[in-house]
């Protein structure tokens, strides 16, 4: 299993460059895209899945169940 925080970091980062459709430059746009590819990987490779949909609901499985034993502890 992947460490909690670096998961919470993939997801948070990940999503925040989904969220951000901004219109900068076409070298900005480019570079954003390709960390969105690599962080789509490296979540798939971090929850063994192979789509990005199924990596980001696994990520927040494990994160959710780290939290239940954290709390448990």
């Known amino acids: ?23 900068g430059p076409a070298a900005d746009r480019r570079r954003r895209q390709v960390r969105v590819q690599d962080l ?4 798939c490779v971090s929850t063994g899945t192979r789509e990005v949909g199924q990596a980001l609901e696994r990520a927040r499985q494990l994160l959710a169940a780290a939290r239940e034993s954290a709390s448990v502890a």
Request: net charge negative; proline share 7%.
């Open 40 to 43: 789509a990987y490296t979540l």
């Open 1 to 23: 299993m992947p460490h909690p925080a670096m998961l919470r970091g993939l997801v948070e980062e990940y999503e925040a460059l989904m969220a951000d459709r901004g219109d």
